[in-house]
């Protein structure tokens, strides 16, 4: 007995029947996704930090031997920057739409999938 093959009409059908499902739960996805994330910066401020021993000393002989030289201590800033609430698009794009062309122009996108059911290596490929 011979194989059966397939046809090509029905191939075609279905993929454009999963695309038409795809199609409306990416508009979905593409409307809960172009939802930005936070970012959270916190800026913790620790007072001046005073020299202590042989650093205190010298900083008193400068002082000392000029009137143009002061000493004004600054207050040391901490900055803790909290990304996690980040979309993935928001590290590489302005907005969604940016992102979503960028990734299908470069193949990175899960919407390229819609192409693999009809041009599927393993279905041509008999050997």
């Known amino acids: 007995m011979g194989r059966k093959e397939r046809s090509n009409i029905v191939r075609i059908e279905k993929a454009t029947r999963a695309s038409k499902h795809k199609y ?6 593409l409307a809960r996704e172009s939802i ?9 401020e620790h007072p ?14 400068v002082l000392a031997s000029s009137d143009n030289v002061f000493y004004k201590p600054r207050r040391r800033r901490e900055y803790r ?13 302005e907005n969604y739409i940016d992102w979503v062309g960028y990734s299908q122009t470069n193949g990175l996108s899960h919407h390229i ?8 290596d393993k279905e041509n490929n008999n050997e």
Request: proline share 4%; aromatic share 12%; glycine share 4%.
């Open 36 to 44: 930005p994330g936070e970012w959270i910066t916190e800026i913790i």
């Open 113 to 120: 999938q819609d192409f693999d059911m009809l041009f599927d």
């Open 81 to 93: 920057v909290d990304s996690s609430n980040l979309k993935k698009w928001q590290l590489y794009a």
């Open 24 to 29: 409306t739960s990416s508009l979905q996805d």
């Open 48 to 61: 001046a930090m005073v020299p202590v021993g042989a650093e205190y000393e010298l900083l008193q002989d």
